[in-house]
C-alpha cells in the first residue's frame, strides 16, 4: 500500500528523482482518472504521483474527473495528498515565487464538476469548516521554512471555473471580499479527499497578481510555466523534506472524516453503491 499520495498541476507533470518506478491504470467506478499513477520510491519513501491535467496537459480544469483522481489515490492505499498547484496572489504582500498553504477555500465553480462520491442514492454531509489538514499543512509550512523559502501558513483560495482567467472586475471583486490566492482545481480534490477520509495539503506556488496589479503584467500561460520552472527545484525540495517528517500513524480528524456523516438508512442504500463505495463507506455499513 502507497500511503502517500501527490497530485501535480500546471507545470508539474512528472516527479524527477522517484525510483523502481512502476505505472498503474486504476480502474474506478466513476471512470479513468487523469492518467496512469506512477508509483515508486522518492528519497527512499514510496509515494505515488498523479498529473492532474494529464501528461502533456491535455485536460481542462472543468473536465478533469476529480472523483477518479481521489478514488484510485484511496484505492492503492493512499492515505495523504500532497497538492501541488501554481495560483494567482490577489493580494501585494504574496508575491511570484512565494509558497502559500491554505487552509480555506470559496468555490465560484459553475458545478459542472462532480465534487461528492456521496450521491445516487447515499447522502453524507461532511465536516468541512476546515478544508485542508492542518497536521499535513504545518508539516509542509516547517519544511518550506527549514529551507529558508518563503512560505505563508494560511489563507483563502478563491476556486474560479476556468478555463479563461478571470476579467479585472472579478479579480478586483475577489480582492475585495478578503480572498488570498486564486487557482481552477483545488477545491474538488479537497471535498472528496475529505470524503474519502485522506489528508489533504495544498501547496500553492505563487506565480503571477492574476490582472489586478497596475504594475504588472497580467497573467498568462507563459508567466505560469515561467515561475514554476523556476521554483521546481524549491518544490522538490520541500516535498523532500516533508515526506520525511510525516508520521506514520494519523491523529487528525480526516481519518475518521465519515463516522457521523452518513444520514441515509443503510436498508435503503442501493446494493452497487455499496459494492462502488466499498472501500470508502464499507465500513461504516457494517
Given at each position: 500500500m502507497v500511503k502517500i499520495g501527490i497530485i501535480g498541476g500546471s507545470g508539474l507533470y512528472k516527479i524527477e528523482g522517484i525510483k523502481n518506478i512502476k505505472e498503474e491504470a486504476v480502474v474506478t467506478p466513476f471512470g479513468k482518472p487523469s492518467d496512469k499513477i506512477i508509483t515508486g520510491d522518492l528519497f527512499g519513501i514510496e509515494v505515488a504521483f498523479l498529473p492532474r491535467h494529464g501528461i502533456g496537459h491535455r485536460i481542462s480544469p472543468s473536465e478533469i474527473n476529480y472523483r477518479a483522481n481521489i478514488f484510485a489515490m484511496k484505492k492503492i492505499g493512499v492515505e495523504r495528498i500532497i497538492s501541488l498547484s501554481a495560483c494567482g496572489s490577489l493580494k501585494k504582500e504574496l508575491k511570484p515565487m512565494d509558497f502559500v498553504l491554505p487552509d480555506q477555500f470559496v468555490d465560484r465553480t459553475n458545478q459542472a464538476r462532480k465534487t461528492t462520491f456521496l450521491c445516487d442514492g447515499i447522502v453524507g454531509?461532511?465536516?468541512?469548516?476546515?478544508?485542508?489538514?492542518?497536521?499535513?499543512?504545518?508539516?509542509?509550512?516547517?519544511?518550506?521554512?527549514?529551507?529558508?523559502?518563503?512560505?505563508?501558513?494560511?489563507?483563502?483560495?478563491l476556486n474560479m471555473e476556468g478555463p479563461a482567467f478571470s476579467t479585472k472586475a472579478e479579480s478586483n471583486l475577489y480582492r475585495s471580499w478578503g480572498m488570498d490566492i486564486i487557482g481552477m482545481t483545488n477545491m474538488a480534490e479537497a471535498r472528496l479527499a475529505r470524503e474519502a477520509e485522506i489528508c489533504y495539503s495544498t501547496l500553492t506556488a505563487v506565480t503571477d497578481y492574476d490582472c489586478w496589479h497596475e504594475g504588472d503584467?497580467?497573467?498568462s500561460v507563459n508567466i505560469i510555466i515561467e515561475?514554476?520552472?523556476?521554483?521546481?527545484?524549491?518544490?522538490?525540495?520541500?516535498?523532500?523534506?516533508?515526506?520525511?517528517?510525516?508520521?506514520?500513524?494519523?491523529?487528525?480528524?480526516?481519518k475518521d472524516a465519515l463516522k457521523y456523516a452518513l444520514?441515509?438508512?443503510r436498508d435503503v442504500i442501493p446494493d452497487k453503491i455499496k459494492k462502488d463505495l466499498n472501500i470508502i463507506v464499507g465500513k461504516y455499513l457494517k
Open positions: 454531509h461532511i465536516s468541512f469548516a476546515h478544508p485542508t489538514c492542518l497536521d499535513l499543512s504545518r508539516i509542509l509550512y516547517n519544511s518550506a521554512k527549514s529551507l529558508g523559502l518563503n512560505v505563508h501558513m494560511g489563507g483563502t483560495y503584467e497580467s497573467v515561475y514554476m520552472n523556476k521554483n521546481v527545484e524549491n518544490i522538490k525540495r520541500i516535498i523532500k523534506e516533508t515526506i520525511a517528517h510525516i508520521p506514520k500513524e494519523r491523529k487528525c480528524p480526516c444520514i441515509t438508512s
